[in-house]
């Protein structure tokens, strides 16, 4: 990975720590982009941030339901513009400026920290400046800090949406799991190859709905989503797509898959607000683990080594039970029940 080959936008995203511009994070999570015309722009005033208010702005407009969730991310948002205004202040435009940013606290609680902390060791070992803000490794660290912190994020997203229905995650007996932790993108040492999480997620909603598939393959799931009448080669067009990463699922066509699935498990009987609740269940984790897929196959395209792509994975599991345990349900492994 070198930063001739990774375009500016997908790496060094100007102005930026950890908190991903809103329009990128939107592409990243694979939503569109509400108001656009709408989003706040740089006002030529120093003490405003576009990044900053867009932020705030997604925070504010129902993202997550708990105020102690939204409380812990308005204080990270804080946190990260104080840094911002202590690096701007450094005399020196350049290591001054990286040591101020990799040995901030933020650095591990918001970022990626066996990234980080291979960049503290080279900034030990170095004082040319020029060869280490030009490194892959910088460029490297800079990506899993700024995917480490969209994951966090979907983390408590998660919780937060789990938490809002804690009677249906007892009845399954999943309070104690980290929830949607098995549908992450994994390496597989033994074939070298990364898991498809969109293939297993595609395979769990098939065995819900009583499909009967071969493997790797979604015609059973297909003729369901198709119905009477309807196009099934179309449908078993885009489970495929979906699966090998040729397109992304936009909204209306994951909806309707849902929808399909839950006729089949709920019946005709089921309450219009039961349905509704459900549908947001399994769109938004088909979601997040189309995203998860989609950002392991860009860091993979652009160089980034296998164990360093995990390593960022790896944070969800830390921060879901961050989550728990600030909004007063520990798992039980921290001493919930």
């Known amino acids: 990975m070198t930063a001739e080959t990774v375009p500016l936008q997908e790496a060094m995203i100007e102005g ?38 867009q932020w705030q702005q997604l925070l504010d407009g129902g993202l997550l ?13 804080e946190e990260e513009r104080a840094l911002a205004c202590q690096i701007l202040t450094q005399q020196d435009s350049g290591l001054g400026r990286l040591h101020c940013l990799v ?9 990626c920290p066996p990234a980080g902390e291979r960049l503290r060791r080279q900034l030990q070992d170095t004082d040319e ?32 949406l789990s938490l809002q229905h804690w009677e249906l995650l007892t009845e399954g007996g999943e309070q104690d799991e980290v929830l949607l ?14 898991n498809n999480p969109v293939e297993d997620y595609l395979a769990h909603l098939a065995t819900l709905a009583g499909c ?18 309807m196009d099934v080669r179309t449908r078993e067009y885009l489970l495929g797509a979906w699966c090998q990463g040729h397109r992304r699922a936009d909204a209306r066509a994951v909806t309707g898959l849902m929808d399909a699935v839950l006729r089949r498990l709920l019946g005709a009987g089921e309450a219009p607000d039961d349905l509704a609740l459900n549908r947001q269940l399994l769109c938004e984790s088909f979601r997040f683990v189309e995203s998860c897929a989609y950002l392991q196959r860009t860091l993979s395209r652009l160089g980034m080594a296998d164990g360093a792509i995990g390593e960022i994975f790896a944070v969800y599991r830390s921060e879901y039970r961050r ?15």
């Open 323 to 337: 989550a728990r345990a600030a909004l007063g349900r520990p798992l039980a492994e921290d001493g919930g029940r």
């Open 16 to 53: 930026t720590l950890f908190f991903l511009p809103l329009p990128q994070l939107l592409e990243l999570l694979n939503l569109p982009v509400q108001n656009p015309d709408k989003l706040p722009e740089a006002l030529g005033d120093h003490g405003y941030w576009s990044c900053h208010a």
């Open 129 to 160: 400046t020029d060869a280490l803000l030009e490194s892959e490794l910088l460029l490297e660290t800079r990506l899993a800090d700024v995917f480490a912190l969209a994951l966090r994020l979907a983390a408590w997203r998660v919780v937060d």
């Open 181 to 194: 932790e098995r549908f992450l993108p994994a390496f597989d040492d033994m074939s070298g190859h990364w």
């Open 103 to 111: 040995h901030s606290p933020l650095a591990g609680e918001l970022g």
């Open 212 to 229: 009967a598939e071969q493997e790797g393959e979604f015609s059973g799931l297909a003729r369901l989503w198709a119905g009477e009448g």
């Open 65 to 77: 339901t708990h105020s102690v969730a939204r409380a812990y991310w308005r204080q990270r948002l």
